[in-house]
């Protein structure tokens, strides 16, 4: 395996690690919203987070990408702060995965809690204790199997994304350049040596990921 090979490999763990981290900072409280409130937003917020899963990446990434480039208000922002622009980036390339990812980390996590009912959140209400140890008490620990399948589709979503990191990560060797795109440069070169080595270490992960996935999360291996 070659050195840009490797680069490539450790940019998309390192990718995938913080997209996952973050999504489950900020996918808990959006998919704790969708499970208990009755608002009549619900439908609209739902609608939001779950339109990655039908549009394809390209357009998502081209909307970003207008979104954080230099006359976008994301861009105009960074530049006033003296960040620079956000395309063609590493940290780019996070915020992209996140909103492309958001819904394979707060689907799994809602359901989770939806599942919990009403009834142990009314148990410890009536022992007084208050939301906040609610959530975290007894909400959390019921909702793990849950978290553990939103973690896990949120890092193999992110690992395998490709077009959405063309729009907007590019190209660029230890970067913005991650596996899938690596491999398909190895094509363009009709290296299919190297796209062998890569695409086969892409399998065999997927595959990791669903025995881990269905082997694990009990939930899962009841409905299988």
């Known amino acids: 395996m070659e050195n840009s090979d490797l680069a ?3 940019l998309t763990l390192k990718l995938a690690t913080v997209v996952t981290l973050l999504l489950l900072v900020i996918g808990t409280p ?3 919203w969708l499970a208990r409130t ?3 937003f619900k439908g609209v ?3 939001i987070v779950a339109l990655p899963l039908v549009l ?4 998502l990434g081209f909307y970003l990408l207008i979104t954080m480039g230099p006359n976008g208000p994301v861009g105009q922002l960074t530049q006033s702060l003296g960040l620079g622009l956000l395309p063609f980036t590493f940290p780019g390339l996070v915020i992209a995965s996140v ?3 958001l819904p394979f980390v707060v689907q799994p996590i809602q ?8 009834r142990p959140l ?3 209400a009536t022992l007084r204790a208050s939301p906040w140890d609610t959530f975290w008490s007894v909400a959390v620990p019921l909702a793990k199997p849950g978290f553990l399948s939103g973690a896990i589709l949120g890092f193999a979503h992110t690992v395998g994304e490709f077009g959405i990191v063309l729009m907007i990560g590019g190209n660029i060797p230890e970067k913005t350049r991650v596996v899938s795109v690596q491999i398909y440069d190895h094509v363009e070169a009709l290296e299919y040596t190297q796209a062998h080595w890569l695409s086969g270490g892409m399998l065999l992960f997927s595959f990791v990921v669903l025995l881990a996935l269905y082997t694990f999360n009990p939930a899962r291996r009841k409905l299988a």
């Open 38 to 40: 009755r608002s009549v």
């Open 111 to 118: 359901n989770a809690f939806e599942a919990i009912g009403e």
């Open 45 to 47: 917020i739902g609608a």
């Open 56 to 59: 394809p990446p390209t357009v």
């Open 99 to 101: 909103f492309y990812s």
């Open 8 to 10: 490539a490999v450790w």
């Open 122 to 124: 009314e148990v410890a």
């Open 30 to 32: 959006v998919a704790w």
